[in-house]
């Protein structure tokens, strides 16, 4: 499949890949790998800044010659999305990611591969070590993209306002190149609960497994369903059937902008376990009614458990099935501009019992396009959470990415993709999340792009890249940044 250059490629991207593999980077727990990326920086002939974030900027002087070509930036984040397959032990704060390379794939061992954007950046650091001719570099690799974007937000303008040209590495197919994405909010519903004793005599732990999951932005139109709210609904199935239960605990999700493939709650009742069983049948139904053609490996089960010391009043049971069952959850609107595109959508993404079980917080991830229409979701939010009993805390809205036009730099990487590859370079807008929006609006003059390799079910255990679209995307790069003086 490649020539001998093309696995010298392939292996020096993922010597530098592999090391990333080796430091647990959780969002929000980056400090650990950016003093890596600084030291190898360092080590590559960067003079290198590391900010109060931990974001690192490292500045690679140009080649003889080529001092007068402008400054670009190659950009990523150094964080990723944790997330194991059930009955995996992982621990994403001390867990290193278990590398398996195959004829053809690069995957994880039970976890996902933190190849977003993990290879992005091996890239980047095996492009400035090995490429002998360029104009002045730089790259910026940010925190927390995954969560909250608060390393591209805090990111001085002053590492942005000097450059022509930034690219992306943070993109998913190697023919695709980005010229513009959505924007996002977090939303956070909390509530505190108040618990009592027990009157049930038996407690189950129902589950809500195999469901395939995936990337809340690339994969929300696919069709696949939600386990957190498909739990919500079989709570609620059971109050219809009359079944007299109280609720323990509730968890699910593995991250915000994942679509969740797992949820359980613990319950006790004072009926038979068929009873509730009939129930669990019937919801398996409606659900594969619903999404069985895009998802149709969910399991529920049902087992029983030892008795929880305490369960949640009915009160907070009922507003917390009201609130999750009321949040839309997938695509709201296609766009009307892109044919295919999804133009708003929004992910529910985590539920997870906080501060010793007392608070409930519920994870929300609204994306658009139009600003605007985040703007609505925010609304809404506020509206649900008075009328459900909870608080939202809203985080910093980040802003879409508008394509430009007048792209030069997208304009001479698809003239050198189609030298190159003998075909001709799709040019997209994406429903994801990248930090682009947040460069822009830094420095409205930057001309943007967006790259990446090609990858599958990201944000999952099945998380996989396909190893010979290293190579045409190193060599774009590396072919882009010699030419871009004639742009």
Known sequence: MYDLSDETIIDGVLAEFSKLAGIPRKSGHEKAVSDYLVARFRDIGCKVHQDHMYNVVADLPATSGKEAMPLTILQGHMDMVCVAAPGVNYDPLTDSIKLVRSDKFLSAEGTSLGADDGIGIAEIIYIMSELKEHGPLRAVVTVDEEEGMTGAINLDKKFLSDARYLINCDSENYDELTVGSAGSVNIDFNRELTYV???????????????????????????????????????????????????????????????????????????????????????????????????????????????????????????????????????FAMSQVVPGLVETSANLGMVLLADSGNIINIKYFPRSSIDSKLGEFVLQADIMAQMAGFTAVIGTQSPGWKERKDSALARLMQEVFCEQNKKPMKVETIHAGLECGWHLNKNPQLDIVSIGVTTHDIHSPEERLELWSIVPQVKLIAETLKRIEQV
Do not use: C, W
């Open 197 to 331: 004793a027990p009157q049930g005599n038996v407690a189950y732990k129902i589950a809500v497994s195999g469901l395939k999951g995936g990337h809340s932005g690339m994969e929300i139109n696919t069709g696949r369903g939600n386990a957190i709210r498909t739990m919500a609904i079989l709570m609620n199935a059971l109050d219809e059937a009359g079944i007299v239960y109280e609720l323990a605990g509730f968890t699910g999700g593995k991250a915000r902008n994942s679509i969740p493939a797992q949820a359980e709650i613990i319950i006790t009742a004072a009926v038979e376990k068929e009873v509730i069983q009939e129930v669990l049948t019937a919801e398996k139904d409606s659900f594969l009614a619903k999404y069985g053609d895009n998802d149709g490996d969910i399991s529920l089960s049902l087992e029983a458990v030892n008795m929880p010391d305490r369960v949640m009043t009915e009160e907070d049971r009922n507003s917390i099935i009201q609130l999750i069952v009321s949040l839309h959850s997938g695509v």
